[in-house]
């Protein structure tokens, strides 16, 4: 058993018409609670490390907790790098032995995108390891933008073909809608994805695997008992799982989630707290936040990713 790459999984998940779930790791037990709920389920994860989480738990405490996590559970991960912003972060990922990076130039022009990402894509492959990358930009959808400038950041399917080609990636990820963190909507806006979006991409690269990132569902249950519990959470919105199990069913292959992570997190310590402010022995209230982590990710693989019963 080994840190492997995603391109067995990926293979796999779109020949079956399910997602691989992308989980982000920042401490031990996050990392506990995801890969016991994939022992439990049988099902492939992918931990995500973002250059936030590198700096708070360092690369060392990581790795280690990745590869603590392979044997303890006689699974094989893929540790992937989220987000990378530029060659040296990819690179320095690579050389601790992370088996899968995302260059992430999703912001700059076509051009400059591409130059970057075939740079890390040379790099990767030569060290074994597989590379995500982004085209369009990610955010939430705003009232106030006219359709034009809305439509501008979503992937253009027809420059997908000559992205893949010219950067020899392994997977892309699309803009439809999705957008990052708990607040993807404004209050009484409804959640929509641009599935003619995510179509059209696949019929443009068959076979090929596409990656959704933004895609919490802010389970309004958790924001509720944050705020019941002493938060302050404003109205959060995100996006309904049975879009997301729509997009699993189609060329999605890998589904990020992070946020949803952090709110079971922060509902399971909060309420805890609230029935016993006596509490004083960090594992007293960590553990009850790395249960509710496992729940949340078996929940995930049995309501959205659909990859339970795959190992
Ligand atoms: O896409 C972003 C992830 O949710 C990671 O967030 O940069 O705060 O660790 P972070
Ligand atoms: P969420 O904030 O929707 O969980 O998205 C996480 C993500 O895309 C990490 O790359
Ligand atoms: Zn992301």
């Not at 601790?96 to 075939?118: H, L, Q």
């Not at 569902?217 to 002493?230: A, Q």
């Not at 995100?238 to 060329?251: F, H």
């Amino acid at each position: 058993m080994a840190l492997v790459t995603t391109t067995e999984m990926f293979k796999k998940a779109y020949e079956g018409g399910y997602a691989i779930g992308a989980f982000n790791i920042n401490n031990m037990e996050i990392i506990q609670a995801i890969t016991e709920a994939a022992a439990e389920e049988k099902s492939p994860v992918i931990l995500q490390v973002s250059a936030g989480a590198r700096k708070y738990a360092k690369p060392a405490y990581l790795m280690a907790l990745a590869r603590a996590a392979v044997e303890d559970t006689g699974i094989d991960f893929a540790l992937h790098l989220d987000h990378g912003a530029d060659f040296e972060i990819c690179k320095a990922c690579i050389d601790n032995g992370f088996t899968s990076v995302m260059i992430d130039r999703s912001a700059y022009p076509f051009e400059e995108n591409v130059k970057e990402t075939r740079r890390v894509v040379e790099y990767a492959h030569a060290n074994g390891v597989v590379v995500e990358a982004e085209l369009g930009s990610l955010a939430g959808i705003e009232d106030d933008v006219n359709v034009n400038a809305e439509d501008a950041l979503f992937t253009n399917p027809d420059e997908v073909e000559a992205f893949v080609s010219k950067t020899g990636i392994d997977s892309l990820a699309i803009a439809i809608g999705t957008s990052h963190g708990a607040y993807k909507f404004k209050p009484g806006q409804k959640p929509q994805l641009r599935f003619d979006i995510l179509e059209e991409v696949g019929r443009r690269l068959p076979g090929f695997p596409i990656v959704l990132h933004g895609a919490s569902s802010v389970i309004p249950e958790l924001v509720t008992e944050i705020n019941e519990c002493g938060g302050n959470m404003p109205d959060a919105i995100g996006i309904p799982e049975s879009m997301l199990r729509q997009a699993a069913k189609m060329a999605v292959c890998k589904i990020n989630i992070d946020s949803d992570i952090r709110l079971a997190m922060t509902a399971g310590i909060r309420r805890t707290f609230k029935a016993h402010p006596e509490y004083f022995d960090p594992r007293q209230y960590l553990s009850v936040a790395r249960d509710e982590v496992r729940k949340m990710v078996k929940h995930k693989i049995e309501t959205v990713l659909g990859s339970a019963n795959t190992l």
